[in-house]
């Protein structure tokens, strides 16, 4: 496919399987951008403050959510947290929670709460496998545990490997995958085992993320050699792989007068989503790392929308479908609230990308 020169392209409806949707003001900003992304479907992340921990609480964000649009299929999930026992576990599955998340204690943002002992949760576990929630794991360990000259990432991988092992019925998720290590530790697992990919690892390096705040998210993009493996596994039409933005906003002052390197860490994306991935896949063939033969619609079908619905065995069907043609839109610098109170900058500002909007199917 010659995303350069085509100009239009119908898809179904992307399912975004890792969406940060925060919380008061941000969040009625922030979820009114999603279809603008040709996103129907969403993975919700649990981080808020404080960490969604009970079934109630998920439902009661769950209905904040719906309050603002009927539009978005919202899958919830709860947070990992010590209160999260086998018991709330039945609770989840009976109100269709989908999953739980499991944050490293202090790895990225709000995850204060988050997980220091992996075994005390096998209890959990169990109770996942057997109710068939999805465990959806940020997969980094703490800095002072990755042994020297080993990404925070390489260092999880191991506990991925004994999670499956130990618990080979239960779906797991790695999230975010950064590296071209997480590429092949997720394919050497069996078929529960699957993986995000974002639009922004299949851009951005290590290079533009410790110097441009709006490209400072966790996990931190790496060598450019990590970025092109995630770009190829997206078009290797292996069905592991589904798309899962890890869109984070965060508001615009807190990016921008933040000293370098100290900047909260999250790329804003989900208003571009859709667009923003067929960039990325663009550029890599513009850089040789993939051929325009090795874009296909199938294969752009199943990672922005087939794989992760059949993952979490959701319905395929849609009364709608995205059209995407290029009209000469650029990514704007940023979105704001009616009274400008609130502003969130834009990853790729200014970038020039497919128009999208929706029709009947």
Not at 163 to 174: A, G, S, T
Not at 177 to 187: F, M
């Amino acid at each position: 496919m010659q995303l350069k020169s085509i100009e239009r392209l119908e898809l179904p409806p992307t399912a975004d399987m890792h969406v940060h949707l925060r919380q008061a003001e941000l969040m009625e900003l922030v979820v009114p951008t999603v279809r603008n992304g040709g996103v129907d479907t969403v993975f919700v992340m649990p981080n808020l403050v404080p960490p969604l921990t009970s079934v109630e609480q998920v439902l009661a964000y769950r209905s904040q959510l719906r309050d603002i649009t009927q539009d978005v299929n919202f899958l919830m999930s709860l947070f990992l947290h010590p209160s999260v026992t086998p018991e709330v576990i039945a609770q989840a599955a009976t109100a269709g929670i989908a999953g739980v998340k499991m944050y490293p204690q202090g790895v990225t943002t709000n995850s204060e709460s988050g997980v220091s002992n992996l075994e005390a949760f096998y209890a959990t576990f169990a109770a996942m496998e057997q109710h068939d929630l999805v465990l959806n794991l940020h997969g980094e360990t703490l800095e002072s545990l990755a042994p020297a000259n080993t990404t925070l990432e390489e260092a999880f991988l191991p506990t991925l490997k004994t999670l499956h092992e130990r618990f080979p019925r239960l779906r797991i998720v790695l999230e975010h995958c950064s590296t071209a290590a997480a590429v092949e530790a997720v394919r050497a697992c069996g078929p529960t085992v699957g993986a995000t990919i974002t639009a922004h690892h299949l851009y951005l390096t290590s290079d533009e993320a410790c110097c441009d705040p709006f490209a400072f998210c966790k996990p931190i993009p790496k060598k450019p050699t990590d970025r092109d493996a995630l770009v190829r596994a997206v078009v290797s039409g292996d069905t592991k792989f589904f798309f899962g933005s890890d869109s984070a906003p965060h508001p615009i002052q807190s990016k921008t007068s933040a000293a370098p390197g100290k900047a909260p860490a999250g790329v804003f994306t989900q208003s571009f989503a859709t667009q923003l991935v067929l960039l990325g896949l663009e550029e890599a063939i513009e850089r040789g790392v993939i051929t325009e033969a090795d874009v296909t619609k199938e294969k752009l079908e199943n990672f922005l929308s087939r794989s992760g619905r059949r993952f979490y065995k959701l319905l395929e069907v849609s009364e709608k479908k995205i059209v995407l043609e290029k009209k000469g839109e650029k990514i704007p610098a940023s979105i704001r609230s009616e009274d400008g109170a609130i502003e969130v900058g834009i990853s790729r500002a200014g970038m020039e990308v497919f128009s999208l909007r929706w029709e009947e199917a």
